[in-house]
């Protein structure tokens, strides 16, 4: 099932978004309490900067999408909105990414 996603753009993007909604969870719900109730804030630096690179390839393979498939600005709006909210990307995905 991977290697048809990774043929189309469209399937690329639902699996960065898969990723890139994982690695907020880590971060808001085992990362962020690591850094402030045991005090270890290498968890925040390693799980910060594996969620940032995720959400900046989310990013360019949005617009890249929104391009290709002719999304209306709201639709491309509401995506992007969509990875700025705990599981926003899994609503996103069973919502807009299956066509």
């Known amino acids: 099932m991977i290697s048809t996603l990774i043929k189309s753009a469209l399937g690329r993007l639902r699996i960065v978004a898969f990723l890139e909604g994982i690695s907020y969870l880590v971060l808001l719900g085992i990362a962020m309490p690591l850094k402030y109730i045991a005090g270890l804030p290498q968890a925040v630096r390693v799980v910060g900067m ?3 690179v995720l959400f900046v390839l989310f990013v360019v393979l949005l ?3 929104a391009t290709e498939r002719s999304w209306t600005f709201k639709k491309s709006l509401l995506s992007f909105i969509s ?3 705990p599981f926003g990307t899994f609503y996103a ?3 807009w990414f299956r066509e």
């Open 93 to 95: 995905d069973a919502k």
């Open 50 to 52: 594996a969620h940032g």
């Open 83 to 85: 990875s700025l909210v």
């Open 63 to 65: 617009i890249q999408v």
